[in-house]
């Protein structure tokens, strides 16, 4: 019995400290792939950008001079951005937790031009000069730059032109087919016939009624615009909540109070994914409105690309347009979060 008493102290003792032990280890076993990972996103895009260049390096030194040496300065200068960002992840949080869930993304990104790069000019798999190499690509923006951004700047502008009309009347038609019984009785059977037809089907009719093509490009976006803003602003103004409506009214609430002060914004989530559905197709409108009437913009550049076969210039045009509406679109979803900050994380879209 006395050496059990003597044992059973220890044994407590050895249970405690093995306890203590497992808390800790458990942590650092748990901060392991935490470390990996945040140094992965300050090292993972120079990486990708290191071995992009070495490829590039490695496959071209039969290539054109100018285009080999354009392509390493810009691969260059992607990596002194990746290096900055390294830096930067050190001092800014908000950049640093941007990063860890960009890092993939923007490295599959350069690793895909460098694969792309391979399949064109290593192994050359891909039929000349459909499928051009990058720097072939990246010349031929630089080459044509000056008509490049003229053609962006004349896109802008129709786009925004016939954007902002097609949002301003579908909007008011929507707030009144949604409102008012009236209109909401005359308007549907219209929405319903000439709302499903695609505004590209009305460029024949367009240019012979507008006198100019910028106008009839404008109002063929408009049109695109204007049938999903209008559905959508309808859905969500028809479905506003009737508590909310009956609170205002006990308060004393007028028509316009209830139209301007309840139902719209109750209806703005709604509005907003008009918003973007219209945006998605005002470009393609756009860009086969200018490839028909307007003797501008960036979908008639692609469309004179291609029929002088500078292929090289077609993906260089495909390149701006994507980061082009893009950016668009990264504007639109910052606005819908800056007015629909009061759902801040219950949105999914």
């Known amino acids: 019995m006395p050496a059990t ?28 792939p935490a470390l990996h990972k945040g140094w992965l996103a300050k090292i993972g895009f120079p990486v990708a950008v290191a071995i992009a260049y070495g490829i590039h390096t490695a496959i ?3 290539e054109p001079v100018l285009e080999t040496r354009n392509y390493s300065i810009f ?3 992607l ?12 001092i800014l949080p908000a950049f640093r937790r941007w990063m860890k869930d960009m890092w993939p993304i923007l490295s599959a990104a350069v690793l895909l031009f460098a694969g792309f790069e391979i399949v064109t000019t290593g192994l050359r798999l891909l039929p000349l000069p459909y499928f051009p190499s990058p720097p072939k690509i990246l010349q031929s923006a630089i080459d044509d730059r000056a008509l490049i951004w003229e053609s962006t700047y004349h896109s802008l502008f129709l786009l925004a032109r016939g954007y902002l009309l097609g949002v301003l009347a579908g909007i008011v038609t929507g707030v009144c087919i949604g409102w008012f019984r009236t209109a909401r009785y005359w ?11 695609p505004a590209t089907a009305w460029i024949p009719l367009a240019l012979i009624l507008s006198p100019s093509a910028t106008l009839s490009a404008i109002c063929l976006i408009a049109i695109a615009v204007w049938f999903p803003v209008t559905m959508l602003t309808a859905s969500g103004i028809a479905n506003t909540r009737s508590s909310y409506l009956d609170v205002a009214r006990t308060l004393g609430a007028r028509p316009s109070y209830l139209i301007f002060r309840v139902a719209i914004p109750a209806a703005m989530p709604n509005i907003f994914l008009g918003l973007f559905m219209g945006l998605g197709a005002a470009f393609l409108t756009l860009v086969v409105a200018e490839t028909v009437g307007v003797k501008s913009g960036l979908g008639w550049y692609l469309g004179w690309a291609r029929e002088w076969a500078e292929y090289g210039k077609v993906f260089a ?6 980061i082009f509406f893009s950016t668009i679109m990264t504007c639109l ?12 994380g219950t949105i999914k879209w």
């Not at 990596?79 to 050190?90: C, H, I, K, S």
């Not at 308007?187 to 037809?197: A, E, L, Q, R, S």
């Not at 979803?333 to 801040?344: G, I």
């Open 187 to 197: 308007g549907m059977p219209v929405m319903k016939i000439v709302g499903p037809i």
């Open 60 to 62: 071209s030194r039969e």
């Open 333 to 344: 979803f910052a606005l819908r979060d800056r007015v629909l900050v009061w759902q801040k």
């Open 75 to 77: 691969l260059a200068g």
């Open 5 to 32: 008493r003597q044992w059973q102290p220890k044994l407590l003792r050895e249970m405690a400290e093995s306890s203590s032990v497992a808390p800790a280890a458990t942590e650092a076993i748990a901060a392991t």
């Open 317 to 322: 045009a495909l390149g701006i347009m994507a």
């Open 79 to 90: 990596g002194g951005l990746g290096l900055l960002a390294a830096v930067l992840q050190f």
